[in-house]
């Protein structure tokens, strides 16, 4: 079952802050977030293995909330360099979303 | 350390004829999986492969398409009679250990049918 990632497409401004939600049906075991841009391979961000898992890379983090089966990403003071397509992914059939564009302007 | 490198980046074929896609894992990683892209869509899983070993193939079509990681040499891809409908993006990835670790991308090859 391919997890639902929700919004399907964001535009922000440069140092405005995004939310990208991920959720499933089915119990999730862990979470991948990858980020790909235009024409590229996708690029890994995190994983989250356990419940109540928060982890953080500079400015961009994530939190996983078993419960719920839902994981988010949180980029913060968006960059130029933030903008492509974010995934997430459900490890136990590796299983990926459709994507997140995310486009950030000057 | 090298990547996961991936060859031929492009590939044009017409249809009717067959294609092979080769990955070559980074160093140390003993996993292997396979991905179709299509334009403007997400990754698609197709295989999970260990060294000898199918682990998980359900995101292949049962038709035209295998995939191998022998124990010496790069994992192939091979898909027989391809159609226009084949033509995409198709990356490898490979991991350390199973689906709970990071995995990491290869650059991909974009496979077209004429």
């Known amino acids: 079952q391919q997890p639902v990632q929700s919004p399907q497409a964001v535009i922000l401004r440069e140092g405005e802050d995004a939310v990208i939600n991920c959720s499933s049906s089915?119990?999730?075991?862990?979470v991948h977030w990858y980020r790909q841009k235009h024409g590229e391979a996708p690029v890994f961000l995190m994983i989250?293995?356990?419940?109540?898992e928060q982890k953080g890379h500079e400015k961009i983090s994530a939190s996983f909330n078993e419960k719920k089966q839902q994981s988010s990403l949180y980029l913060t003071a968006s960059q130029l360099s933030y903008s492509g397509t974010y995934f997430c992914g459900t490890a136990e059939k590796l299983v990926f979303g459709k994507g997140t564009k995310l486009t950030v302007n000057p | 350390n090298a990547g996961v490198m991936q060859n031929p980046r492009h590939l044009v074929r017409r249809r009717g004829q067959e294609a092979r896609l080769r990955c070559s894992p980074m160093k140390g990683h003993s996993h292997v999986y396979w991905y179709r892209q299509l334009p403007e869509e997400g990754l698609k899983f197709m295989v999970y492969l260990q060294k000898e070993n199918i682990i998980d193939e359900s995101g292949m079509p049962k038709e035209r398409f295998s995939a191998e990681f022998p124990k010496e040499g790069p994992s192939i891809l091979r898909i027989q009679q391809v159609v226009r409908g084949d033509s995409a993006a198709y990356f490898c990835?490979?991991?350390?250990?199973?689906?709970?670790?990071?995995?990491?991308f290869g650059p991909g090859t974009r496979l077209t049918v004429t």
């Open positions: 989250l293995l356990k419940g109540g």
């Open positions: 990835a490979s991991s350390t250990t199973g689906a709970t670790t990071e995995q990491y």
């Open positions: 089915k119990a999730l075991y862990s």
